[in-house]
């Protein structure tokens, strides 16, 4: 059984910074992409940020220059700092894995429950 548990959220003022964590664990032969995403009450599920197992990253427009998504592959964790925070950031931040769990096979989606985050003076 595969479980992606998230950490690091909490309670920070406008212009503060966090650090989430992520991490994967169970029957995992490879993971390829990590990721976050967002979602803030009545609104959808959004693409925060997201890295390869290569590398390659691709960030919301609306968080460029501010967030920084990176992995350790040894320990199957995925980190994003958080710096310049706004209210609008404000959300629930799920973490989110493509994982093959035996090989040869298929990539499955993983999510984590999620972890709050709350910018608020």
């Known amino acids: 059984q595969v479980q992606l548990v998230e950490s690091g959220g909490g309670l920070v003022q406008p212009g503060g910074s966090l650090r989430l964590s992520c991490v994967a664990s169970?029957?995992?032969?490879?993971?390829?992409?990590m990721g976050w995403y967002r979602q803030a009450p009545g609104k959808q599920r959004e693409l925060v940020a997201v890295i390869t197992s290569g590398g390659s990253i691709n960030y919301a427009d609306s968080v460029k220059g501010r967030f920084t998504i990176s992995r350790d592959n040894a320990k199957k964790t995925v980190y994003l700092q958080m710096n310049s925070l706004k209210p609008e950031d404000t959300a629930v931040y799920h973490c989110?894995?493509?994982?093959?769990?035996?090989?040869?096979?298929?990539?499955?989606?993983?999510w984590g429950q999620g972890t709050q985050v709350t910018v608020s003076s």
């Open positions: 989110n894995a493509t994982i093959q769990i035996y090989s040869p096979g298929f990539y499955s989606d993983y």
């Open positions: 169970g029957s995992i032969y490879n993971i390829n992409l």
